[in-house]
């Protein structure tokens, strides 16, 4: 799997120094890898797309499924483009 680049993702920031610079979602703590990482582990586990991202969601109910989705979605792009 290709490394994201999320520096064009207006949902996500890089802080040098908070959370070791990790990217995170804009003006929280929680690393995006905890958003991916938690959906690709519930698709790894035989869960269709949205299950997974219905248990995603349950783990992290304040982002939202809209911003679940977001992410996921600019992931899936990024990686289609450096596919290629």
Not at 2 to 11: A, E, M, N, R
Not at 47 to 67: M, N, R
Request: glycine letters at 6%; charged letters at 25%; proline letters at 7%.
């Amino acid at each position: 799997m290709p490394i994201v680049d999320w520096s064009d993702c207006p949902l996500v920031e890089v802080v040098p120094g908070k959370v070791s610079g990790a990217p995170l979602l804009k003006n929280t703590r929680l690393p995006v890898d905890a958003i991916t990482g938690n959906y690709d582990a519930f698709r790894d586990e035989g869960l269709s797309a949205d299950s997974a991202i219905a248990e995603t969601l349950d783990c992290y109910p304040e982002v939202g499924i809209d911003l679940i989705r977001a992410i996921l979605r600019y992931r899936a792009e990024h990686q289609l483009q450096a596919q290629r």
